[in-house]
């Protein structure tokens, strides 16, 4: 079982380029499936979810070649329409093949993905996408996709990342023109619209309520770099919070963290927003302040990725913030182990109030959750004494390296893979 070793008290110092985004990279990985010849990625992070992804673009007959940071996906030979049952629980978020599945071969035949440690994760959004745009869907002992996409409208009736995903995919490879009304507004949206545009396709509004598809286009190949990971921007500049001091994150877009940074702002932190990088700054003389609340949206809101990382800094603050987790069932499951930590934490159903304490103390802590094991390295940075993490299982999925990151940061951090 790999471990992490955190020992708290060191104030981070440096500058680091943010790796690719996991929740950018996993859908355009299944749009290549669109694409007419070879697509390379770079920026690809190295996460065991993008392994995941992989794994089913080889099942599904793609050659793939794998550099560093870089990815070439050749779809040619491409012929599958069947994910495995073993494929679709390894990775949550494997149903946004789907779309693109169907788009190709006219079928796609995947099994259900299962809940995961935030709850349930329904997909009632996604097979609603796929019916408005002309597909038949049967759900017997799996989920039977069958046709050919005609285009038309999708009304979303949650801003859903993955449905709006699917549905943009689904009708890219479709003949007629199609509207996505409510769609999901998260930057990885625009990325995916700027990946598909790229190849050829003509898609347009992302980023906003409604997106457009003109379908009926044929894709060619193509080269694109995915954008820089804002959640784990948040999370490194949470462990700063948490531990004092001062870095520099280069690789996103600070606007895509506004309400991250506001209220680590709100906090007492010193931050700097340019356009090439963002800076945080925090004295650990000062304790951090408590935010009265942190309520999670979809976005331009607050990110539900970034909750459990943010209340792991102002778990050590003077005052006492309300947490309300608007988007999950179960998402505080990193509560009980920074209570190990010495916080005083209260939870009732989605909302959480945390009162500061002055410092909290090592533990041996286990990562419940990918964001909840993110925010317990964060905690342990900013704690006094040295905090054992185990679960990195769950880290690797999001965070290329994060024991590397922390520690190129000055924090006093190592893992042992036993
Ligand atoms: C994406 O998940 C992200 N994952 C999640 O990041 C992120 O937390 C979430 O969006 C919200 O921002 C990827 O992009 C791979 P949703 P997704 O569909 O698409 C409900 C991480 O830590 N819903 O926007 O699954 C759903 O239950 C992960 O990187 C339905 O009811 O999220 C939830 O309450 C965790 N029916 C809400 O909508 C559906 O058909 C938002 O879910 C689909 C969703």
Known sequence: MSVMYIRGGTPLEGELTVHGAKNSVLPILAACLLAGGPVTLHNCPRLTDVDAALAILRHLGCGIRQEGRSVTVDPTEAAGSAVSEEQMRSMRSSIIFLGPLLARTGEAHLTY?????????????????????GCQVTE???????????GGEVQLSLPSVGATENAMLCAVGGTGTTTI??????????????????????????????????????????EYTVMGDRIVAATLLSACAAAGGRIRLRGVDWRHLSTVLSVLHQAGCRVQSRSEYVELFRDRAKPLRAVPTVRTAPYPGF???AQAPVMAALAASEGCTLFVETMFDSRYRHVAELRRMGADITTE??????????????ANVEAPDLRGGGALAAAALGAEGVTVLSGLHHIDRGYEGLETMLSSLGGAVSRRDD
């Open 181 to 222: 009304v409510n769609a999901a507004r998260e930057p990885e949206i625009y990325d995916l619209q700027c990946f598909l545009n790229g190849l050829g396709a003509r898609v347009r509004g992302a980023g906003g309520s409604t997106v457009t598809v003109e379908g009926g286009l044929l894709l060619h190949g193509g």
């Open 140 to 150: 017997d002992r799996g989920i039977h996709c069958t046709g050919k996409p005609k």
């Open 349 to 362: 159903g989605r909302v959480a109030l945390v009162r500061g304490m002055e410092r909290l103390h090592g």
């Open 113 to 133: 993905p299962g809940g995961c440690e935030l709850g349930p994760r329904p997909i009632d959004l996604h097979l609603a996408a796929i019916r408005a745009l």
């Open 303 to 305: 990110p539900t990725d």
